[in-house]
């Protein structure tokens, strides 16, 4: 199995950036299809991008596609979300998670979730 941790969420003006990461241990990264969700207060888990074995393929949620930008680095076992012009709605916990079978937007194909951070976009 993996272990997920995310850092680098926080507080942040709407219009501007941030990344959040996802270091993994415990399994062989470079063989999972990785991907962030995101949850704001009362609402379902919501899909934000995900990303292939190798970093090739990505698929971005319509709400974030154009501003988010998922990548990998396989060396150091981490993926990463660069979000940026950030808005309000864009307020959530931001989870990272690691499926063994596709890089799919459903949140029931993922194995492996991280305990999340928090992102807040100020207005």
């Known amino acids: 199995q993996v272990q997920l941790v995310e850092s680098g969420g926080g507080l942040v003006q709407a219009g501007g950036s941030l990344r959040v990461s996802c270091a993994a241990s415990?399994?062989?990264?470079?063989?999972?299809?990785m991907g962030w969700f995101r949850q704001a207060p009362g609402k379902e888990r919501e899909f934000v991008a995900s990303?292939?074995?190798?970093?090739?393929?990505?698929t971005y949620a319509g709400s974030v596609k154009g501003r988010f930008t998922i990548s990998r680095d396989n060396a150091k076992n981490s993926v990463y979300l660069q979000m940026n012009s950030l808005k309000p709605e864009d307020t959530a916990v931001y989870y990272c998670?690691?499926?063994?079978?596709?890089?799919?937007?459903?949140?029931?194909?993922?194995?492996?979730w991280g305990p999340g951070t928090q992102v807040t976009v100020s207005s």
């Open positions: 998670a690691a499926s063994r079978t596709d890089y799919s937007s459903d949140y029931r194909k993922y194995n492996y």
């Open positions: 990303i292939t074995w190798g970093g090739t393929g990505t």
């Open positions: 415990g399994g062989t990264f470079s063989r999972y299809y």
